[in-house]
T-cell receptor
Framework: DAGITQSPRYKITETGRQVTLMCHQT?????MFWYRQDLGHGLRLIYY???????DKGEVPDGYVVSRSKTENFPLTLESATRSQTSVYFC???????????FGPGTRLTVL | GNSVTQMEGPVTLSEEAFLTINCTYTATGYPSLFWYVQYPGEGLQLLLKATKADDKGSNKGFEATYRKETTSFHLEKGSVQVSDSAVYFCALLNTQGGSEKLVFGKGTKLTVNP
């Protein structure tokens, strides 16, 4: 199916563990983004990527690592999870012809 | 810099009421403006957009007009339904420098009661 998918949809982990959230899009969009959504903060940009092998920091990058070896995948890794990283994470890609961002369904991450 | 300010919620309305959610922006140049909607448990999806001054975006009965003189992009709907209950985000895109990064407002939660 065409679209943007995220996995897992729900994840519970413990402080200090490494966690990787996956994002996959089927459109071959060049731009992709990772956001976190928290009450009172709205959406905050963590990292983004303009193309394969090109990534850049967003508003709140500390504690996160990204890679983009293939255009369609943009994984987000929490190297050593902390309770403050409990959040809902959204991946998105952009159709540059229409400037429309398409969002995945989100991953709800709980760090105990 | 670029920023978006939208009215804080939550907003609670009865079915068939008129809806306005205010959004104002600060930006250099000529940004494009968007409204995204997030239904419970889902990701955001584009509701409507406008790319230049005086453009009106519309979709599903919602409308918003790009007002450069007041730097606003208020969302309106004449008669809301229970199914419109969601969180609404105003956003701008300023592609100066080639960036595709959206700047979002904090979101306004709308609840429509039958």
């Amino acid at each position: 199916d065409a679209g943007i998918t995220q996995s897992p949809r729900y994840k519970i982990t413990e402080t200090g563990r490494q966690v990787t959230l996956m994002c996959h899009q089927t459109w071959s969009h060049s731009y992709m983004f990772w956001y976190r959504q928290d009450l009172g903060h709205g959406l905050r940009l963590i990292y983004y990527s303009a193309a394969a092998d090109i990534t850049d920091k967003g508003e709140v990058p500390d504690g996160y690592v990204v890679s983009r070896s293939k255009t369609e995948n943009f994984p987000l890794t929490l190297e050593s999870a902390t309770r403050s990283q409990t959040s809902v994470y959204f991946c998105a890609s952009v159709d540059r012809l229409t400037d429309t961002q398409y969002f995945g369904p989100g991953t709800r991450l709980t760090v105990l | 810099g670029n920023s978006v300010t939208q009215m804080e919620g939550p907003v609670t309305l009865s079915e068939e009421a008129f809806l306005t959610i205010n959004c104002t922006y600060t930006a250099t140049g000529y940004p494009s403006l968007f409204w995204y909607v997030q239904y419970p448990g889902e990701g955001l999806q584009l509701l409507l957009k406008a790319t230049k001054a005086d453009d009106k975006g519309s979709n599903k009965g919602f409308e918003a007009t790009y007002r450069k003189e007041t730097t606003s992009f208020h969302l309106e709907k004449g008669s809301v339904q229970v199914s419109d209950s969601a969180v609404y985000f105003c956003a701008l895109l300023n592609t100066q420098g080639g960036s595709e990064k959206l700047v979002f407002g904090k979101g306004t939660k709308l609840t429509v009661n039958p």
